[in-house]
């Protein structure tokens, strides 16, 4: 499949001209601000990052601080961003950069692919912007410029097809001009080229796209095996006894791994079989839906507080281990998004 006539050109000159130029982490080539924009970008908004980014860099100005900083510390400002496993990748990549390469990040994608959390895209993105290597990205946004510009069908549920679409992206990498062919592909994606209703005709690769010529964008790009979402419903206990709640950390590995959070039973019936003879007064909450990756999940919360006496407080065993804490020490912590909102609810 031969790459359309100066596709890279045309993207570099949009680029140039329209696309995003004042994003807070556009205009630096230090490779710490860059990777944590790119691991904050995946599946989450500019906008939400515009939020996280700064706060996260007053906490942790370099590689160094991030490094020395305890997990828990990056959780907490990391809540509500969701993919927790990325916070916690990043930390490790941090911790791998400091005692592995003396606090410098590598200066080629091919290494910086082998620290940890940082894929063959992100580490291209890095490479790109902050040492003008020629290496190409292939997130998801840019999988569909490219399938649709180029009329890309392979199924890239295939691992041949992924690797071809891989081959066909370093082919159109430009001689020069990589850092805004590289932005220009991100900005596309982002803002033009989106998954339903494409803005065709504000794109400067319209005339040479195949998909747009053949009137059907958005039946790229083509991946068959779709995801099976499913479907969970749990019981959650907010617990609280002179003015503290009770609260847990989850495994190491899961759902919210290694965050804190309300203490979750398997269901409805087994919280209120725990909670029966309980002193003091509960109350069921409305119900909590939260969407995730591959299910939709049904939190259940309960609601009891405990008079504040040493025959309650004795009641603490035979809960799930776990600390009390104040709301004001509990919302310091690294807790998942819908407990975080449960809790500053009052």
């Known amino acids: 499949m031969p790459p359309p006539p100066d596709l890279a050109g045309a993207v570099v000159r949009w680029q140039r001209s329209h ?109 790109a912007f902050c040492f003008g290597e020629r290496a190409a990205i292939l997130d998801g946004n840019v999988k569909r410029v490219l399938t649709r510009a180029l009329g890309f069908d392979g199924d890239l549920s295939s691992a041949s097809q992924e690797r071809a679409l891989w081959q066909q992206a370093e082919a159109l990498l430009p001689g020069e001009g990589i850092e805004a062919y590289t932005q220009g592909l991100m900005d596309l994606g982002s803002g033009v080229c989106t998954l339903r209703r494409p803005a065709c005709l504000l794109c400067p690769l319209a005339a040479q796209c195949v998909a747009h010529a053949q009137g059907t964008p958005e039946r790229y790009p083509v991946k068959t095996k779709k995801l099976r979402r499913g479907a969970r419903t749990h019981a959650l206990l907010w617990l609280e006894q002179g003015g503290r709640l009770w609260l847990v950390q989850r495994p190491g590995t899961g759902v919210w791994a290694g965050l804190w959070s309300l203490p979750e039973f398997d269901s409805r019936e087994t919280l209120q079989a725990l909670a029966a003879g309980w002193p003091g007064q509960g109350a069921w909450l409305p119900d909590i839906a939260h969407t995730l990756t591959h299910f939709d999940w049904t939190l259940q919360p309960l609601q009891w507080v405990w008079p504040d006496t040493p025959d309650a407080a004795a009641l603490a065993p035979a809960l799930p281990p776990g600390r009390w804490c104040t709301r004001t020490e509990a919302l310091a912590l690294g807790l998942p998004a819908p407990v975080r909102k449960l809790l500053e609810r009052d």
């Open 19 to 127: 696309g995003r130029h004042g994003l807070p982490w556009q205009g630096t080539r230090d490779p710490y601000r860059v990777w944590l924009s790119e691991v904050m970008l995946q599946q989450t908004q500019v906008a939400v990052v515009l939020e996280y980014y700064p706060r996260f860099l007053q906490r942790f100005p370099d590689v160094q601080a991030l490094a020395e900083a305890p997990l828990d510390d990056v959780l907490a400002l990391w809540s509500g961003l969701g993919y927790y496993s990325r916070a916690r990748n990043l930390h490790r990549c941090a911790q791998a950069v400091v005692g592995q390469h003396g606090g410098r990040f590598p200066g080629t994608s091919t290494t910086l692919a082998t620290l940890p959390g940082i894929g063959r895209s992100t580490a291209a993105a890095i490479a």
